[in-house]
């Protein structure tokens, strides 16, 4: 059958494409005067603001500076990293010769901590079974007035020790540090001194609970258990900081000016105090 519509078939089906447009590169963009001004005052708010902001700088460092010169130690507080509460790094502050006893004295106060969490514990599950709310104040006051008082009064001194080898401060420390031990010592007997001993959990008061109500005595005995770790603990440490004492003290005396004359004074006195025996080895050495 013929095609009605007898249309020619084109040649090039595709369109031409339109002929390229000259790029005009002299054409200039209009900015509002409006927004140029706005520019140049942020840009001169940023920079007052910088001024400020070196002023400030130099002002605290100015401070810093003079607390310096006048010994004061700006410490910023890093411990525990969840609650920032005290400054605390042994790792750059201490000498490394010296870390390894700051450790062992940092688990004693934290473990004088469990000890008088553990008690509160403990003394509150006498107080539920009918042991009386005195003994439970007790147990809140020891708690909230030691964990404090343990750090100021031994634990910091003994840091500034271990940082400036101050024979002063390691004094300081030993003298309080027996109070702690007298403390902690006490708590592991409770001897039946105040309110028959129960407001701290140690092994009298564990004895006598523990055919009264199990779980109460469990729980003394475990505070008994944690002071009496603490108390060996810390008669290591203060045994350790009596032989750095020591130490410190001979090195003081060696680097004075008198350690020659002292010297020569010791070995002339020694010829009265040692036993013959020894004088006869001290003269051959």
């Known amino acids: 059958m013929p095609n009605p519509r007898n249309v020619a078939p ?9 002929p390229p447009e000259p790029a ?6 209009d900015i509002p005067l409006e927004s140029s001004k706005d520019l140049k005052k942020r840009e001169k708010e940023l920079q007052a603001r910088e001024a400020e902001l070196n002023k400030r700088e130099k002002e605290l460092k100015r401070r810093e500076e003079a607390a310096a010169r006048a010994g004061i130690v700006i410490e910023e507080k890093n411990w525990p990293p969840f609650l920032p509460l005290i400054h605390h790094d042994i790792a750059n502050e201490i000498p490394t010769h010296l870390q390894r006893m700051q450790y062992f004295a940092f688990a004693s106060f934290l473990g004088l901590v469990c000890c008088l969490f553990w008690n509160v514990v403990a003394v509150t599950s006498a107080w539920i079974k009918g042991e009386g709310v005195k003994i439970w104040l007790l147990a809140i006051i020891y ?7 343990a750090y100021v009064l031994w634990y910091r001194p003994l840091y500034n020790a271990m940082r400036t080898d101050s024979a002063l ?8 540090y027996l109070f702690h031990i007298v403390f902690v010592v006490f708590a592991a007997v409770a001897p039946p001194a105040v309110f ?5 959990a140690g092994i009298l008061p564990a004895i006598d609970l523990i055919s009264v109500n199990a779980l109460v005595g469990i729980f003394y005995f475990i505070g008994f258990g944690l002071f009496a ?6 008669i290591w440490v203060i045994q350790v900081s009596i032989q750095m004492i020591n130490r410190s003290v001979l090195q003081h005396i060696l680097k004075s000016e008198m350690s020659e004359p002292l010297w020569h004074y010791m070995r002339a006195a020694s010829v009265h105090v040692l036993p ?9 050495a």
């Open 229 to 234: 770790l603490e108390s060996l603990l810390s």
């Open 276 to 284: 013959r025996k020894w004088k006869g080895r001290r003269d051959e």
């Open 10 to 18: 084109s040649s090039n089906s595709r369109l031409s494409p339109l």
């Open 24 to 29: 005009d590169f002299s054409a200039t963009v």
């Open 143 to 149: 708690f909230i007035s030691g964990v404090p008082g």
């Open 169 to 176: 401060k390691f004094g300081l420390f030993f003298l309080l």
């Open 196 to 200: 028959e001993g129960k407001s701290l």
